[in-house]
């Protein structure tokens, strides 16, 4: 069955960076784009970034646009966010999700901006 495991999450001050990496299994992760999302207490989850089959398309949430990259190694079955210059409302959860199972969530990995 599909599995989404996400890791690199944790506590940054502002300014900082982090890289998010998602392995994918269950699923032929080549022919599937790829998102992520995150979730802020207390309010909807949202798209952050997707990315096409070959990486050759890419769109972001108009919030992170020109901080976080978006990129994938299909040889790995892994999607990554890398993450820049980030702010306290970066502050979420942050889960990956493909098209294969849109409805299916991993655990999430918490990412905190905070001084």
Known sequence: ???LMESGGGLVQ???SL??????SGFT??????????????????????I???GSLTTYADSVK???AISRDNAKTTVY???NSLKPEDTA???????????????????TVSS
């Open 1 to 3: 069955q599909v599995q």
């Open 14 to 16: 502002p300014g900082g």
């Open 19 to 24: 890289t998010l990496s998602c392995v994918a």
């Open 29 to 50: 992760f080549i022919n599937y784009i790829m998102s992520w999302y995150r979730q802020a207490p207390g309010k909807e989850r949202e798209l952050v970034a997707r």
């Open 52 to 54: 096409s089959q070959f």
């Open 66 to 68: 020109g901080r976080f």
């Open 81 to 83: 966010l890398q993450m």
């Open 93 to 111: 959860v942050y889960y990956c999700n493909t098209y294969y199972a849109p409805d299916y969530w991993g655990q999430g990995t918490q990412v």
